[in-house]
């Protein structure tokens, strides 16, 4: 399983933008699909995800802002981010997972810089 994200760049303070990531390998639906970010300094954490079922969550300082999605037909999972703060500036990365025989096999992307500035 592969991941490719990209969308990232540099936007000012209330802008929006939207990160892809396109999974090969295996149907995006098939797996758990999360959005991480990792700032200066700071420990990687979950921003959104996405299950293999749908369902969606975030962390709290993104609810409200942030979106993600998945379209099966394009095996593409999204985060769309609205109103950017300062503090969202991060490498954000997508990550896929799933579990075969009670096994997880847990996958990253590359990684794609968000930087929210003025």
């Known amino acids: 399983v592969q991941l490719q994200a990209s969308g990232g760049g540099l936007v000012q303070p209330g802008g929006s933008l939207r990160l892809s990531c396109v999974v090969s390998?295996?149907?995006?639906?098939?797996?758990?699909m999360g959005w991480y970010r990792q700032a200066p300094g700071k420990q990687r954490e979950l921003v959104a995800a996405?299950?293999?079922?749908?369902?969606?969550d975030y962390a709290e300082s993104v609810k409200g802002r942030f979106a993600v999605s998945r379209d099966n037909a394009k095996n593409t999972v999204y985060l769309q981010m609205n109103g950017l703060k300062p503090e969202d500036t991060a490498v954000y990365y997508c990550?896929?997972?799933?579990?075969?025989?009670?096994?997880?096999?847990?996958?990253w992307g590359q990684g794609t810089q968000v930087t929210v500035s003025s």
């Open positions: 390998g295996r149907i995006v639906s098939a797996n758990d």
């Open positions: 990550n896929a997972r799933h579990k075969v025989l009670g096994v997880t096999y847990e996958y």
């Open positions: 996405i299950t293999s079922g749908g369902s969606t």
